[in-house]
């Protein structure tokens, strides 16, 4: 069964950072685009960047570009969100989530797994 956790989530003061990792049970993530995506309490999940199985191109929502990473080491079979100089308005639960493909997408309903999220609270 295919399975997906993240982990790194937590408080973090104005401008500080935090890595997020999506750790895949079951397959082998290399075939796989990764997508993160966060939710915050009575907003709509919304796509936070991704990146894809072939060449490993990545995208990134505006609202991140410059202060957020995205990697992924096959070996460990797991991606990491590098979040720096994160904000309030980062506050939201974060998801990873997996779909077989070669170009990924910033789009919810492309992605077939889902982990369970992680808390990430942005506030001093």
């Known amino acids: 069964q295919l399975h997906l956790v993240e982990s790194g989530g937590g408080l973090v003061q104005p401008g500080g950072s935090l890595r997020l990792s999506c750790a895949a049970s079951?397959?082998?993530?290399?075939?796989?685009?990764i997508g993160w995506f966060r939710q915050a309490p009575g907003k709509e999940r919304e796509g936070v960047s991704c990146?894809?199985?072939?060449?490993?191109?990545?995208i990134f929502a505006d609202s991140v570009k410059g202060r957020f990473t995205i990697s992924r080491d096959n070996a460990k079979n797991t991606v990491y969100l590098q979040m720096n100089s994160l904000k309030p308005e980062d506050t939201a639960v974060y998801y990873c989530?997996?779909?077989?493909?070669?170009?990924?997408?910033?789009?919810?309903?492309?992605?077939?797994?889902w982990g369970q999220g992680t808390q990430v609270t942005v506030s001093s």
């Open positions: 989530a997996a779909v077989s493909g070669y170009v990924c997408y910033l789009i919810p309903g492309a992605y077939d797994y």
């Open positions: 079951g397959f082998t993530l290399d075939y796989y685009d």
């Open positions: 990146i894809s199985s072939s060449v490993g191109r990545t």
